[in-house]
């Protein structure tokens, strides 16, 4: 009988301690959103780094410009997509739960944001030496993209526009992927 009621009372404390860790992150959950968030805050530097030469065209460096791009493309796409493949249980993570649910669309939005990167990074190998005209934007010219506009997806177009405008198309891209799946 003692052992019935010891076993009993195990068995009740290993379901409530079950429970109560269900409530608390895991340290698997906790590393990846550190891991995500620590991306795209290297994405954002890389980011601002590339807006400081446009803003200053006279600080333009094509290996610095094409380090910023290649920061970015390295870190979305695919490997952006893989970060958010499962839902993390963390109260850390800003990710919206809909990112599982609308995967299709969070991987081009990945996708694009990679695209955009890949043109910046082929404009820094065109201009090695100083920011060219032809990698800003005309006065007047129409920006297209936004967060309810049509992107970019065909190759040559995307090569063809100035590094300004790709430029401005990935803000873009980031900014309707945290309208769509971050939460605040």
């Not at 030469?53 to 290996?63: L, T, V």
């Not at 934007?137 to 920006?143: A, D, Q, R, V, Y």
């Not at 970019?152 to 995307?158: G, S, Y």
Request: hydrophobic residues 40%.
């Amino acid at each position: 009988m003692k052992q019935t009621a010891y076993v009993k009372k195990v068995g009740l404390l290993s379901i409530v301690g079950a429970v109560l860790m269900a409530g608390v992150p895991s340290p698997a959950a906790e590393d990846l959103v550190s891991r995500r968030q620590a991306e795209m805050k290297a994405m954002a530097a890389a980011a601002k780094t590339i807006s400081s030469m446009f803003k200053d065209p006279a600080a333009y460096n094509a290996s610095e410009f094409k380090w910023a791009a290649d920061t970015i493309r390295d870190r979305s796409g695919s490997v952006l997509s893989a970060h958010f493949a499962s839902e993390a249980d963390s109260r850390q993570s800003k990710a919206g739960p809909n990112i599982l649910k609308e995967r299709d669309r969070f991987d081009r939005i990945a996708n694009d944001l990679r695209d955009y990167a890949v043109a910046l990074d082929a404009a820094a190998q065109n201009n090695p030496g100083s920011m060219t005209a032809s990698m800003r934007m005309k006065p007047g010219e129409t920006m297209g993209g936004g967060p309810l506009g049509t992107h970019v997806r065909d190759e040559q177009e995307l090569l063809a526009m100035p590094a300004e405008h790709a430029f401005h198309l990935m803000l873009q891209t980031c900014t309707t992927c945290h309208a769509k799946f971050r939460m605040e």
